[in-house]
């Protein structure tokens, strides 16, 4: 027989995943584990740090040119991350 306050192990994983908090970790983690499928492995190359903080991500390249590159194709990134 069931206790009333049993729940299953794959609810409880969903709502601490779903706590803002860590859905923000859990993102920008599946994020750089893939951000050279995503964006190449040149520019995952000149990547110095991805952080995602308040919905606003943050990329740290060593390349003054490509930062700049970046900047220009902010839409089609974003759409890449989407995407994803």
Same mark, same amino acid.
């Given at each position: 027989? *069931? *206790?009333?306050?049993? @729940? ?5 994983? !969903?709502?601490?995943? $779903?706590? /803002? *908090?860590? $859905?923000? !970790? ?5 994020? *750089?584990?893939?951000?050279? @499928? ?5 520019? $995952? ?8 903080? !308040? ?9 003054? /040119?490509?930062? @700049? ?10 759409? !890449?991350?989407?995407?994803?």
């Amino acid at each position: 027989m *069931k *206790k009333q306050n049993e @729940q299953h192990i794959n609810d409880l994983l !969903k709502a601490f995943v $779903a706590r /803002p *908090k860590i $859905a923000s !970790k859990l993102y920008t983690s599946r994020l *750089k584990e893939n951000w050279s @499928q995503l964006m190449g492995t040149m520019i $995952a190359g000149y990547t110095e740090s991805l952080s995602l903080s !308040k919905g606003r991500l943050t990329i740290k390249v060593s390349s003054a /040119p490509l930062r @700049q590159e970046l900047m220009l194709n902010q839409e089609l990134i974003l759409r !890449k991350i989407n995407h994803f």
